[in-house]
């Protein structure tokens, strides 16, 4: 019966994908990018970029494969890596919830219960007290003069990835004037 939940899943998806794309005012692949693949797009489409750094930056057509990974990726990345995860946790969720004789989480004896519970808390517990509490500054984050430095994430520091950024930034200001002169 644990296949029903999939169907339904599934087919509420399609219904939802289907109503978003005819209420869309743009074209379909406005929708394709902004809509149904909203946020692993971008990203999917980066990582190809990426990997196909050896063509060059001259006006070759893109590879063939580059739209099927695109979809692939965004697509698993957006839609069936948290479905297949909350279902795999909800199913492990029910047969440890699931009393059998009285005892929850598979029968096992209550002691191996309380030590299943505390072993998680104390790595929990290991990793979250070092974040919170900071005794000394990060030596790396120290200036000649000691005082403290503020790195700059949005700055890239490989002089040819920058150009490279700085050449992106410019064609999507171009493409967003040139949307707006049609609007």
């Not at 998680?120 to 290991?126: A, D, E, F, S, V």
């Not at 002089?159 to 930034?169: C, K, S, T, Y």
């Amino acid at each position: 019966m644990m296949w029903l939940g999939v169907v339904i899943f599934w087919v509420i998806m399609i219904i939802v994908t289907l109503v978003t794309l005819f209420i869309h005012d743009g074209d379909k692949k406005d929708w394709y990018k902004r809509v149904f693949l909203y946020g692993a797009f971008e990203l999917a489409d980066i990582v190809a970029n990426k990997s196909d750094e050896l063509r060059g930056r001259v006006d070759r057509p893109e590879p063939f494969w580059k739209p099927i990974f695109v979809f692939w990726w965004a697509f698993s990345i957006k839609y069936f890596v948290p479905w297949a995860l909350f279902s795999l946790m909800m199913w492990n969720f029910k047969a440890d919830i699931t009393f059998t004789d009285g005892k929850g989480y598979g029968a096992y004896h209550s002691m191996w219960q309380v030590v299943g519970f505390i072993y998680p808390l104390i790595g929990l517990i290991c990793f979250i007290v070092p974040i919170c509490i900071v005794t000394t500054p990060e030596k790396a984050l120290e200036g000649p003069d000691g005082t403290r430095l503020e790195l700059d994430l949005n700055k890239e520091e490989h002089q040819g990835l920058a150009d490279e950024d700085d050449e992106r930034l410019d064609k999507l200001e171009a493409e967003a004037k040139a949307n707006l002169t049609k609007s």
